[in-house]
């Protein structure tokens, strides 16, 4: 049984650079969830998918944030001319179901440093 | 604005020790609440939810949490604390419907003595 993964698991950056981070949710989740959680806060919901449709992005999303689920299956997030406050754990989460209080089953994370 | 509260920002218990996190929401209705742990290098994990019915809810590893409307509260409680169950505690809620995300609070830190 494999859970939901996330590559790379540390990603150190120059500002101004792109990074794009990958997640793999768990077979069959058709949800699945991007967050970003700084030191001393609590993870904060930046998009979430439906199968291959995104269906909510939140206000912290800026323009330089863009996600995908091309195929239903694993998404990625890419962040263009990364800032030092882009600094964050990224998350991805996936569940089963059609509404947000299922189970979200949350990945190791992807620490993102910008120098 | 909905919101999630976690008081405490730090607790140490000895181990042994009983424990009870504290949790307040902030929402128009009643949402589903949720309480998380992540421990170092580890994703988050479900400790336990409530949907409605039975105000005590049971989760793993021994944890349990109340429910309590007129203090918009769902605090988390263990009668003994193990040295293992050092970690950092969230709880979360949502309005589920056409709501698609997780609301957290800012975590609250155990630490146990041994």
């Known amino acids: 049984d494999t859970g939901v993964s996330q590559n790379p698991r540390h990603k150190i950056t120059k500002r101004g650079q792109n990074v794009t981070f990958r997640c793999d949710p768990i077979?069959?989740?058709?949800?699945l969830y991007w967050y970003r959680q700084t030191l001393g806060q609590g993870p904060e919901f930046l998009t979430y998918?439906?199968?291959?449709?995104?269906?909510?992005k939140s206000r912290l999303l800026s323009d330089r944030f863009s996600a995908e689920r091309p195929k239903g299956s694993f998404s990625t997030l890419e962040i263009q001319r990364t800032e030092q406050g882009d600094s964050a754990m990224y998350l991805c989460?996936?569940?089963?179901?059609?509404?947000?209080?299922?189970?979200?089953?949350f990945g190791p994370g992807t620490r993102l440093t910008v120098l | 604005a909905q919101s999630v509260t976690q008081p405490d920002i730090h607790i140490t218990v000895s181990e042994g020790a009983s424990l009870e996190l504290r949790c307040n929401y902030s929402?128009?209705?009643?949402?589903?609440l949720f309480w998380y742990v992540q421990s170092p290098g580890q994703g988050l994990q479900l400790l336990l939810k409530?949907?409605?019915?039975?105000?005590l809810v049971q989760g793993i590893k021994g944890f349990e949490a109340e429910f309590k409307r007129s203090q918009s509260s769902f605090n988390l409680r263990k009668p003994s604390v193990h040295w293992s169950d050092a970690a950092e505690y969230f709880c979360?809620?949502?309005?589920?419907?056409?709501?698609?995300?997780?609301?957290f609070g800012k975590g609250t830190k155990l630490s146990v003595k041994p």
């Open positions: 998918f439906q199968n291959e449709a995104q269906l909510e």
């Open positions: 979360a809620a949502t309005l589920g419907g056409s709501q698609g995300n997780l609301i």
């Open positions: 929402y128009g209705a009643t949402p589903y």
């Open positions: 077979s069959e989740h058709n949800r």
């Open positions: 409530y949907f409605s019915g039975d105000t």
């Open positions: 989460a996936s569940s089963l179901g059609w509404t947000s209080y299922n189970e979200q089953f």
